[in-house]
C-alpha cells in the first residue's frame, strides 16, 4: 500500500508547477516594464529626430537594445511553457 501511496504522490509535480507560474508571472513583469520602457524611448527617439532634423545620434542603439531584451525575456518564457507542459 505504502508503494502505491508513493506511485500516486504529485506532490513534488505541484510544486514544480507552483515554481514555473511563479517564474512566468515574474516575465509577464518584467515584459511590461520592457513595453513601457519602450514606448517612453520611442517617443524620445521621435522627438530627439524631430529637434535634431532626422539626424541619427545613436540613440537608436537603445531601442534596438530593448527589443532584444524583450526578445531574451520571451525565448526564457517560452521554455518556461514548454517545461510546464512536460510536467
Known amino acids: 500500500m505504502k508503494k502505491e501511496e508513493q506511485i500516486c504522490d504529485i506532490s513534488e509535480e505541484m510544486e514544480s508547477l507552483r515554481l514555473i507560474k511563479n517564474v512566468r508571472d515574474e516575465l509577464n513583469m518584467i515584459d ?19 529637434q535634431s532634423r532626422g539626424q541619427d545620434s545613436g540613440e537608436s542603439q ?26
Do not use: G, H
Not at 516594464?33 to 529626430?49: A, G, P, R
Not at 530593448?66 to 525565448?75: D, G, R
Open 32 to 50: 511590461r516594464v520592457l513595453q513601457d520602457q519602450m514606448e517612453v524611448i520611442s517617443s524620445y527617439l521621435e522627438l530627439n529626430k524631430r
Open 62 to 87: 537603445l531601442a534596438f537594445i530593448m527589443q532584444l531584451q524583450q526578445s531574451k525575456v520571451k525565448a526564457v518564457d517560452k521554455e518556461a511553457v514548454m517545461v510546464e507542459n512536460s510536467v
